[in-house]
């Protein structure tokens, strides 16, 4: 097997044609007479728009930025840079994905700054791990499966869409916020930085303005502070736990839909649904409809247990929830995905177990040694697991659910859809009996040739008070 060290590169591929003119024209329509082609028409002049945008976002009024938009490549950066950019919520993402790509030879990432001793360790160590990625491949386990024992210094390349306010909210978190710590991370940052600048002036001057750098999360210091030296050992495992829901979620959802759809006075529907038919019925047509308002007024928050790393990729993808990734830093490296093609395997399994094993140790040695985690971070296989925190309304959960319990989906995450299902169900089994896969929703297999092949045994699994 061959690999290589490679040195990661951002790249703004495109932007928005006359994208800062339409911003400095955003900026005048709302204050100056004229019509939107007037306006666009007296807005061509680059110096004074670029006087202009730095004025209004300096006031805070940053929606004029939003009319420019940046695409943006990633390439050959670590997974653990693409980990970090994901959780951006208002930009869009291509990646290319482990379930179907052969990573034996993508390369992968090492930090600067290490000593002569630490370079070899480090090359060393992560040659290992792909050879175990290799060996994994080779004797027939699927590549979703075998990418688990990859560290998390891997190589990554992807696409990024984002307009320019997100795109100036994610370079102040690379070189002033979260990011400011990791030197992937600042290097790239700078990358975007100066071409942005050069591309769109107006936007982005205000970046070199001196940025105070701002926690990202609560201090807990002083409040829950451990001895020095306490292991925090696993909880009772749960894979779901719901935390909070929305009261009466059924009678939420049917009484919005009746004040969308009639407008009647509360007494003539609180009379309506007093009748858990109509209620029911109510409920069904609001699923069944292509524009379900009703669903996201209620909303439900998960506590998503021991989700491995490129899990939790699967299930930031759904852009429309509020999904808290502890730091990296803080994964669980004592608690490893199995997959069932590897226990199915004798010798792939002791292959699997001893990556994992020979990683926490040198992970154990180094960090005793003073290691610092921002390094030790890409020592993080890909099998090791965070508790995650998500919020969706119920529309979100119907996507998120028509995608993740289908046959289709990556067998971890539809592990914790059916137990969202069943939780859900549980908890609100009016609105939710009508939830499941694609299949079972609509009536119809969405997937073509790619198909299971299994839709009536499907839509029996998921019927009312059937185990999911």
Known sequence: MENKHVQPQAVILSMTEDGEKLCAAGGRISTQPGDAIEIWNHSQDNEKNSRLIQKVTRSGHNSVVEHACFHLAFQNVSVMVEQFMIEFRLASFIVKSRRYVDFSTAGYYMPDGLDEALQKTYTAHMESLFADYQYLIEHDIPKEDARFVLPYCFCSNFYCTLNGRELLHVLR???????????????????????????????????????????????????????????????????????????????????????????????????????????????????????????????????????????????????????????????????????????????????????????????????GEGISEETLIYFLLSGNTLDVVTTMNARELLLFLRLRTCNRAQWEIRIYADEMLRLLRETEPEVFQYFGPSCFVTGKCPEGRLSCGKMKEVCEKYRPNQTV
């Open 173 to 367: 978190a690379m070189l002033y916020g979260r990011g400011r710590n990791f030197p992937e991370l600042i290097k790239l940052g700078q990358q975007l930085k100066e071409q942005a600048q050069k591309l769109a002036p107006g936007i982005f001057s205000a970046l070199d303005e001196a940025q105070e750098p701002i926690p990202d999360v609560p201090n807990l210091s002083g409040i829950i502070d451990l001895p020095e030296g306490t292991q925090v050992m696993p909880h009772d495992f749960q894979f779901i736990e719901l935390l909070a829901a929305t009261p009466k979620a059924a009678q939420c959802v049917a009484h919005t839909a009746l004040i969308q759809g009639t407008q009647l006075p509360g007494d003539e529907i609180n009379r309506i649904l007093s009748d858990s038919e109509s209620r029911t019925e109510i409920i069904r047509r609001v699923v069944s409809c292509a524009r379900p308002r009703a669903l996201e007024n209620i909303s439900f928050t998960f506590r998503l247990n021991g989700v491995s790393l490129p899990c939790i990729t699967h299930i930031v993808r759904h852009r429309m929830q509020s999904v808290m990734i502890p730091a990296l830093t803080q994964t669980d490296r004592t608690h490893k995905i199995i997959p069932p093609s590897v226990r199915q395997d004798g010798d792939c399994l002791a292959r699997y177990e001893d990556a994992f094993r020979r990683n926490a140790s040198l992970y154990q040695k180094l960090r």
